[in-house]
């Protein structure tokens, strides 16, 4: 009875949370370096070569863009089942599927419209638990939002009205209370455009935006709402391709900056998955001859968890695998953002074990 009764204590023991078998380590463990690399790569959903990414190089992501939701209730699925891991899916829906739907969707309110309305604290919960619905009837898992830009620059050429507004306390609340809407249907929330991209008259899709402000100006304004949605749980955080001088004294664009990737996880405490903003701009590939090879390679050395919608999607697995097989980059820190990516799409149910 004895023997019995210590055997019972051993396997409660052995299959309390504490004690379970790390199945995500163990997964990794059993990837080829490509293949961990590989699910870095969140590709776009139109690429000619999508189906190959997928099948034959194990990319772990895509990202819809503008499409139908004709093509999409046909790709997504056809691409999943087809997907070695199943594929972390998102979209860039600040406003609702509309904003990449041509079809069948509403066009929700911008978020400087959700500032200005009487009951903002509700309506941006709302406009983000209707975006997760439309989102999930897509069968898509995250939303590239919200934006977490306090737009003080009146001539901002890119973010304005998809800022919810000029006030830092607002912006973090009313980002903070969209993404709450978004995590309501089991969406994940992803804060923009890291570390701030309201106070900029460049676009950064065209060139590289440069913010002067100092560290006190930066604590006050621009990283406040990031503080807060890091704070509420936000699942992951996007870099922009911003020079910020007071936090990379080289002029680094945020996105391939080691300093901001490692203020954003040691200072700010965020221990989510950093994805990049698209490595298709030329706020970043202007810095490479045009190449979003170098650029999405910088960007994984600095930090990034993610490498969003690249062009020359193989060439960057390629590049990457290259490196920590000659040793140039440590193994087990990509082990580390492996295990960031594939936790949260555990976290998403899109993996389930």
């Known amino acids: 009875m004895k023997k019995l009764l210590s055997t019972l204590a051993f396997l409660f023991i052995l299959l309390t949370p504490a004690c379970r078998p790390d199945l995500i380590a163990e997964l990794i463990s059993q990837m080829s370096v490509r293949d961990k690399v590989a699910q870095l790569i969140v590709a776009h959903h139109y690429d000619p070569d999508i189906d190959s990414l997928v099948v034959n190089d194990h990319i772990g992501g895509v990202i819809v863009m503008v499409s139908t939701r004709a093509e999409i209730d046909t790709l997504l699925p056809r691409l999943q089942a087809e997907s070695k891991i199943p594929l972390f899916t998102c979209i860039d829906a600040e406003w609702g599927a509309s904003m990449r739907m041509k079809e069948d969707f509403p066009r929700h309110p911008r978020a400087m419209s959700i500032g ?22 897509l069968g898509i898992a ?8 306090v737009n003080t620059n009146p001539n901002n050429p890119v973010i304005g009205t998809r800022s919810f507004g000029d006030n830092p306390t607002m912006v973090a609340e009313l980002a903070s209370r969209y993404a709450a809407g978004l995590h309501s249907e089991g969406i994940a929330a992803c804060a923009k455009h890291f570390p701030g991209h309201g106070d900029t008259s460049v676009d950064s899709h065209k060139a590289l935006p ?13 990283l406040l709402p990031f503080r807060r949605l890091i704070a509420d749980g936000v699942e992951m955080v996007m870099t922009a391709h911003l020079s910020v001088p007071a936090l990379d004294s080289t002029g680094t664009p ?7 990737n490692d203020f954003l996880r040691d200072s700010l405490g965020f221990a989510g998955v950093i994805v990049t903003d698209g490595m298709n701009m030329k706020g970043v590939t202007s810095l490479f001859d045009g190449s979003d090879v170098p650029a999405s390679v910088a960007a994984f050395e600095a930090g990034a968890d993610l490498i969003l919608a690249p062009v020359s999607c193989r060439a960057i697995i390629d590049a990457i695998t290259a490196k920590i097989e000659a040793g140039e980059y440590p193994v087990e820190e990509l082990d580390k953002k492996v295990y960031r990516v594939l936790k949260l799409k555990q976290k998403l149910g899109i993996i389930q074990i």
Do not use: Q
């Open 210 to 222: 440069v913010v002067p402000h100092d560290r006190a100006r930066l604590d006050s304004v621009e």
């Open 254 to 260: 945020a996105s391939i900056s080691k300093p901001v």
């Open 116 to 137: 200005r309305s009487k009951n903002a604290d509700s309506l941006a919960f709302e406009i983000g638990r209707l975006t997760a619905l439309e989102l999930k009837s």
């Open 142 to 149: 995250a939303n590239l939002a919200p934006v977490a830009d």
